[in-house]
């Protein structure tokens, strides 16, 4: 490229790389973004760097590029606090976010601190860009450090607090690395001799179980996966981040495992002899803190971080790999486990006998498990599910049952609000495909804001409210604290009053459903999704209605 200004070269770079949206509050990077106006990237005008983050995020992982937000340097930690659910679920983010002036530094300039620090907790890489002229390698590696061996956030901090740097020039050279423009980057394989004694332990062992994590999602091993299973016989949990890679009513699928189990996946995997896990760090949810399976399992892991391989469980055999091209080097050969399967078989049966009677009922307020289940039985067969932490994590696992081979779910990694913003960035990058997000009253009030944005930037998604006008997952924690005898003040600490989301979702132009009859909800799911709009289904549900806790034997 000739001589240009950092904000077009920026755009060049963006949209070299494939990128198709960008989420931001001004002022920040106002060159660039006007850049783009003759480019195919969509620009997303938040009411806050939190929930561009989480925009970012959403992008990220429904198309595996890596999703692009930016804030001006008073913005820049509320952009850091997003980055959170990003670490933690190691989607390829990058910040773009406004920083310090060498001349300016030290002299309490306004609204200025170092900002710097603060991304360092959330970040697999932080790089100051303090010379216009760094901004091709410093953003060739910020693609390479999001994309490369387990994916992360990345933050570039610019020079000046609305990235200044941007309108600076220099004659700068435009590389484009395509194959750091997704995950996986790279694809290593295991070495022979641990493929052979991977392939012995699981033939000597009687009552295997796969756990499938996270990691082989982003690898994109959803086909190995199943004709791995089927060749050895080997029932499947998926973790929740996984939950979309297995068919539901497969024989050898037992669910989602750990701490927002079914119990009858938590039985199963402590009943094995051996335990494979495919992409997965073994943390403590999927393990419920390490308890599922029992420590003294034998395990074998597939990895592509080597620090992760033994870190919980001390590894029988350690696979350093990527998921995709090691499940294809261990399927083989063909082995039954009649006896295994066929108690699999009656465990899971006998829990789905046990929470049929909640699927089906009719009460209204309506039961939790009966929304999930008219979502499970609607859902478009290439449509994607976003969901937020607790409460809402725990009713998915358990309650949404779908078979299709084309649809995706994506989960908030710890923080509560994620997944309404996520949602509008999923449909950015999957625009032709139907996104539903599935969050309680409590998580929708943190970026409620955001349904605006969703109208004026016309991102039709399908909201669903859990609303049952509380915070009911701490129903029990403030019986603990009050010894099992509550006082009358109690909902001070988590009762919220009674909203009408659905006439909120009105009066910001899209469309809003309330729904209080189990009947009501197919009608609702048809509407909404034919409107082609942002809508917002309000479903009463039961406030004494709990997402079960975990079977520990």
């Known amino acids: 490229m000739p001589k240009t200004t950092g904000g077009r070269y920026i755009a060049e770079f963006l949209n070299a790389y494939g990128v198709t949206a960008i989420?931001?509050?001004?002022?920040?990077?106002?060159?660039?973004?006007?850049?783009?106006?003759?480019?195919?990237?969509?620009?997303?005008?938040?009411?806050?760097?939190?929930?561009?983050?989480?925009?970012?995020?959403?992008?990220?992982?429904?198309?595996?590029?890596?999703?692009?937000?930016?804030?001006?340097?008073?913005?820049?930690?509320?952009?850091a606090a997003g980055l959170r659910d990003a670490f933690l679920g190691h989607s390829p983010v990058i910040t773009l976010t406004g920083g310090r002036l060498p001349q300016e530094k030290y002299k309490h300039n306004y609204q200025e601190i170092d900002d710097y620090p603060i991304f360092k907790q959330v970040t697999k890489a932080n790089f100051e860009v303090d010379l216009v002229g760094r901004l091709p390698d410093l953003l060739r590696q910020a693609f390479r450090e999001a994309t490369s061996g387990t994916p992360g956030p990345v933050n570039l901090l610019m020079a000046g607090k609305e990235t200044a740097i941007e309108h600076d020039s220099a004659d700068m050279t435009l590389v484009f690395e395509k194959e750091y423009g997704t995950v996986p980057a790279h694809r290593p394989t295991p070495e022979k001799e641990q493929i052979q004694e991977a392939l012995k332990q699981l033939k000597n062992a009687q009552r295997p179980v796969m756990v499938v994590g996270g990691g082989a999602k982003w690898s994109g091993a959803r086909a190995e996966i199943l004709k791995f299973a089927e060749s050895q016989s080997i029932p499947v949990a998926t973790s929740l981040n996984a939950k979309a890679l297995f068919p539901e009513n497969h024989p050898l699928y037992i669910g989602v495992p750990g701490t927002y189990s079914r119990s009858c996946t938590n039985k199963i995997l402590a009943r094995a002899d051996l335990v494979l896990f495919v992409g997965s760090q073994t943390g403590g949810q999927v393990t419920h803190f390490w308890r599922v399976p029992p420590q003294g399992t034998p395990v074998i892991q597939i990895g592509i971080d080597p620090g992760d391989l033994g870190r919980n469980y001390p590894n029988a055999v350690s696979l350093l790999g990527d998921a995709k091209v090691t499940l294809a080097a261990l399927t083989t050969e063909s082995i039954k486990r009649d006896p295994w399967l066929a108690d699999v078989h009656r465990e899971v049966s006998a829990w789905r006998a046990e929470v049929e009677p909640l699927r089906t009922s009719d009460a209204a307020p309506m039961r939790p498990e009966r929304i999930l289940k008219e979502l499970g039985?609607?859902?478009?067969?290439?449509?994607?599910?976003?969901?937020?932490?607790?409460?809402?994590?725990?009713?998915?696992?358990?309650?949404?049952?779908?078979?299709?081979?084309?649809?995706?779910?994506?989960?908030?990694?710890?923080?509560?609000?994620?997944?309404?913003?996520?949602?509008?960035?999923?449909?950015c990058g999957a625009p032709d495909r139907p996104v539903v997000c599935f969050t309680g009253d409590g998580g929708f009030w943190y970026h409620l804001q955001e349904l605006e944005t969703a109208v004026r930037c016309n991102i039709p998604t399908i909201t669903v409210v859990n609303n049952n006008n509380s915070l009911n997952q701490e129903t029990k924690v403030f019986q603990n604290a009050y010894d099992g005898?509550?006082?009358?003040?109690?909902?001070?600490?988590?009762?919220?009053?009674?909203?009408?989301?659905?006439?909120?979702?009105?009066?910001?132009?899209?469309?809003?459903?309330?729904?209080?009859?189990?009947?009501?909800?197919?009608p609702a799911f048809e509407r909404a999704l034919a409107s082609n709009k942002p809508v917002v289904i309000d479903a009463i549900s039961d406030i004494t209605a709990l997402a079960p806790l975990p079977w520990m034997g």
């Open 485 to 522: 005898k509550p006082s009358a003040k109690q909902g001070e600490m988590w009762y919220f009053s009674h909203v009408n989301f659905a006439k909120i979702a009105e009066s910001m132009g899209a469309v809003g459903i309330r729904v209080e009859k189990p009947s009501d909800l197919r």
């Open 377 to 427: 039985d609607w859902l478009p067969a290439d449509g994607i599910v976003v969901c937020d932490t607790g409460h809402s994590g725990m009713w998915l696992a358990q309650q949404l049952w779908i078979d299709s081979a084309r649809w995706d779910f994506m989960r908030a990694a710890g923080s509560l609000g994620w997944a309404f913003p996520a949602s509008l960035g999923a449909k």
């Open 23 to 79: 989420f931001f509050v001004p002022t920040v990077l106002s060159r660039t973004l006007a850049s783009m106006d003759e480019m195919p990237i969509k620009r997303v005008l938040t009411h806050g760097e939190k929930a561009a983050t989480y925009m970012a995020d959403g992008y990220a992982r429904i198309t595996g590029r890596p999703g692009i937000c930016a804030a001006q340097a008073i913005g820049a930690t509320n952009m």
